[in-house]
């Protein structure tokens, strides 16, 4: 994908991913790789500056706990604030998503015989 569509996506996409539960940010990045089926591709060098946003304006919190593998890693999870950011993202993607469809899918100028 184009980095300019990720970059637009990168939030909603955190913000359900950490809605699963909560992740460190390696997890988060791989987690969003697999569920895409390798379609979004997560810099590390783009995510930690969005989870480092979204931690200033309230939707994800961190810790430190140990990681699967027993180091130590900063676990973010949503925050109730998150929770109504990711509803409202994706009640607006559904919109563009809805009308970018609308355009693909036409076959005639409405209006226009």
């Known amino acids: 994908m184009p980095p300019e569509v990720l ?7 955190v913000l359900k991913t950490l809605a699963l539960e909560p992740m460190h940010g390696w997890g988060i990045a791989e987690r969003i790789g697999q569920i895409s089926g390798g ?12 989870l480092v946003r979204m931690r200033r304006k309230g939707w994800v919190r961190s810790t430190w706990r140990p990681s699967a593998n027993n180091r130590r ?10 929770r109504r950011q990711l509803e409202a ?6 919109r563009v998503m809805a009308g970018i ?13």
């Open 101 to 113: 469809n609308a355009v693909l899918n036409t076959r005639t100028v409405p209006g226009v015989s």
């Open 7 to 13: 970059q637009g996506t990168l939030e909603l996409l």
């Open 89 to 94: 993202e994706r009640a607006a993607w559904e």
């Open 39 to 50: 379609t979004f591709l997560v810099p590390q060098g783009s995510l930690y500056p969005a």
């Open 73 to 82: 890693a900063r676990f973010y999870e949503l925050t109730a604030a998150g």
